[in-house]
Every structure is written in C-alpha cells, then in structure tokens.
C-alpha cells in the first residue's frame, strides 16, 4: 500500500496558492511519506510544484493522538492560519519554542487535532521522519506554496 496523502485543496476559496501558469489552476497536493516530497498539481494533472517535506517520527498510518505518525487519507483544507507568533512546547524540558510552525499554519481536516502543513524552526530535519504528525516544510517553500 502506497503510504500517500492526497490532500484535495480549495484553493480558490482559501486562497492557499496562486496560479503558477496562467491557464493552470492549481488544484490538489499529494504527500509521499515514502519519498518525503510534497507535489503541487494543476487542474490539468500537470507538476507545478515539488518540495522535500518531514513526516512523523513513526512510520505508518496514525491510529490515535500522539503516535507520532502522520495520517494517511485525503483531506481537504479546513483553514489557513498565520503562526509567526505561534510557539509550542514539545515536553522535552526546553519550554516553548518560537517560530516552530514557520508563518503558516494549513489546516487539514483529520479525526485529529493540530494535524496539517506548516513550516519548521529546524529546517536541517526536512527530508526525515521527526514531526509529531504533521507536514513540516521549509519556511521559505511553505510561503512560496
């Protein structure tokens, strides 16, 4: 079983992306947690975009909260959130820590909560499994997206 995510995007309502080409809508994202790559495609199947992403930490479907695994499935976008100031506290005993989701936050409409796109404070770990489920991009590939 092919382990991908289709995440079907409303992007004309949401005003996620803007067109790449000029008679190209973009139209839905696919996540390989195999390849770690985000692919942004058009309306007319056609490649517009592709960036490394991470993944969770642990490998397979996520069955409940705080597995660390991503989920898999399609998922439409519920909202697209600004998070420069957001922070979060992993547990780890180094408190909070600014700038972890990068300038947005894309929220994806899973069984569970906090589940979506966003940057990252560590962009050394794109590539590799080590989020706590969501997609982590880089900041500057999160904001051209």
Known sequence: MKKIIALFV????????????????????????QTHTLTLYGSDGSVLATYPVATGKNPGNKRVAGDMKTPEGEFIVTQVQRATHWTHDLGDGNGRIDGYYGNWF???????????????????????????????????HLDSL
């Open 10 to 33: 409303a992007v004309a309502t949401l005003g996620v992306v803007s067109a790449v080409a000029q008679d190209v809508t973009p139209d839905h994202i696919v996540i390989s947690k």
């Open 106 to 140: 894309i929220r994806l409409n899973t069984k569970y909560s906090g589940i979506g796109i966003h940057g990252t404070h560590e962009p050394e770990k794109i590539g590799q499994r080590t989020t706590e489920g969501s997609i982590r991009l880089d900041n500057y």
